[in-house]
């Protein structure tokens, strides 16, 4: 029975000293310093274009499927309250 306890606060002390303390350690950079900004080519009059299914369900066995093409299109820039230059994302829909 001491035995089995000895194993079992030896077992609880590794796993506190694998943790470790985080404040040894340096933060990881990010892996996107732009926040975002590389996730759309942000130049006024580029554009996507998407081939969209969507399925929209009203309640167990009643949907509709929707197909047709999106685009998104940069728009023109504007200065946000934090004095950074936004764009406008216009988004458009068509059936074919």
């Known amino acids: 029975m001491n035995l089995k306890v000895w ?16 404040a ?19 130049k006024e009059g580029k554009y996507r274009e998407y081939n969209v299914l969507e399925i929209r369900y009203y309640a167990v066995d009643i949907s509709d499927t929707f197909q047709y093409q999106l685009r998104e299109e940069v728009g023109d820039p504007f200065t ?7 764009y406008f994302i216009n988004r458009y829909i068509r059936n074919d």
């Not at 194993?7 to 985080?22: M, P, S, W």
């Open 80 to 86: 946000n309250n934090t004095g950074k230059t936004s």
């Open 24 to 42: 040894d350690e340096a933060p990881e950079p990010p892996l996107d310093p732009d926040l975002g900004k590389s996730y759309f080519f942000l």
């Open 7 to 22: 194993f079992q606060v030896l077992v609880v002390l590794a796993v506190v000293y694998a943790c470790g303390n985080a």
